[in-house]
């Protein structure tokens, strides 16, 4: 199976639920313009098992401790 490289250059929360990759943007859930059903779909989750690679490039990007020795 290919696995996937992730590439993070916005500010984001990255988080594990389930054995999957959370990731939640604050930009979109800051933002009073957008309904609450779109910042609630914004969420999107990727397997762990899927996932070869992640790069981050910013440095407003939070990572859980159950994230990091997940992908360890």
Same mark, same amino acid.
């Given at each position: ?9 916005? =500010? ?8 999957? $990759?959370?990731?939640?943007? =604050? ?9 609450? %059903?779109?910042?609630?779909?914004? %969420?999107?989750?990727? =397997? ?12 407003? +990007? %939070? +990572?859980?401790?159950?994230? $990091?020795?997940?992908?360890?």
């Amino acid at each position: 199976m290919i696995k996937r490289t992730l590439y993070f250059g916005n =500010p984001a929360y990255l988080g594990m639920r389930d054995a999957q $990759l959370v990731i939640r943007l =604050p930009e979109v859930e800051k933002n009073d313009t957008l309904t609450e %059903t779109f910042k609630k779909e914004s %969420t999107a989750m990727i =397997p762990i098992e899927d996932i070869g690679v992640v790069i981050i490039d910013h440095q407003q +990007i %939070t +990572i859980t401790q159950g994230l $990091l020795s997940c992908l360890a």
